[in-house]
T-cell receptor, first 114, second 111 residues
Framework: DADVTQTPRNRITKTGKRIMLECSQTKGHDRMYWYRQDPGLGLRLIYYSFDVKDINKGEISDGYSVSRQAQAKFSLSLESAIPNQTALYFC?????????????FGPGTRLTVT | GESVGLHLPTLSVQEGDNSIINCAYSNSASDYFIWYKQESGKGPQFIIDIRSNMDKRQGQRVTVLLNKTVKHLSLQIAATQPGDSAVYFCAETWGAQKLVFGQGTRLTINP
């Protein structure tokens, strides 16, 4: 079984709809991240959480919100989806003890907003 | 601001040749640099990292070189194989807080 799972894997939604992307991990890591990937722009950090009570904005948090329901679960919400939020979304985890901050990524969710 | 960038967006090499993927960074405070590989339809996977106090680190068929004088990082892949086809990202981190990724280089292997 995969260590980091994301649901759904693909989603098409309409402008203005609320949508939630979910991430679960079995690695026992305390740190979790949400990234967005657009063609030619690499991965950009949306939000990150260092433990259940810690939530931090990344470089592109506007239009997104997150919830850390448990150590193993971190969800990303788009309150009112817009077409320029069409992208590939990745969840990642890391161990606070790892100075190199190696991150383990999920398989991604491809989101299309029409 | 801090940024990590790549010199070339695409790289094509012959199977069996060595590949060199380059990366420039701007944050002198970064204490680790990491290379990730992303295959089509998958999330990025860790390849190798290097601490800022090192110049070179070797793994299985891969070598990372760090030149702090010119703020340059490279990933060398020996005897490139079809399975090496992917997008490669460099990333930097400081204080184990978060990673900053470059744009990525697509490596294509010619038979």
């Amino acid at each position: 079984d995969a260590d980091v799972t994301q649901t759904p894997r693909n989603r098409i939604t309409k402008t203005g709809k609320r949508i939630m992307l979910e991430c679960s991990q079995t690695k026992g890591h305390d740190r979790m991240y949400w990234y967005r990937q657009d063609p030619g722009l690499g991965l950009r950090l949306i939000y990150y959480s260092f433990d259940v009570k810690d939530i931090n904005k990344g470089e592109i948090s506007d239009g997104y919100s997150v919830s850390r329901q448990a150590q193993a679960k971190f969800s990303l919400s788009l309150e009112s989806a817009i077409p320029n939020q069409t992208a590939l979304y990745f969840c990642a985890t890391s161990d606070f003890r790892d100075r190199a901050n190696e991150q383990y990524f999920g398989p991604g969710t491809r989101l299309t907003v029409t | 601001g801090e940024s990590v960038g790549l010199h070339l967006p695409t790289l094509s090499v012959q199977e069996g040749d060595n590949s060199i993927i380059n990366c420039a960074y701007s944050n002198s405070a970064s204490d680790y640099f990491i290379w990730y590989k992303q295959e089509s339809g998958k999330g990025p996977q860790f390849i190798i990292d290097i601490r800022s106090n090192m110049d070179k680190r070797q793994g299985q068929r891969v070598t990372v070189l760090l030149n702090k004088t010119v703020k340059h990082l490279s990933l060398q892949i020996a005897a490139t194989q079809p399975g090496d086809s992917a997008v490669y990202f460099c990333a930097e981190t400081w204080g184990a807080q978060k990673l900053v990724f470059g744009q990525g280089t697509r490596l294509t292997i010619n038979p």
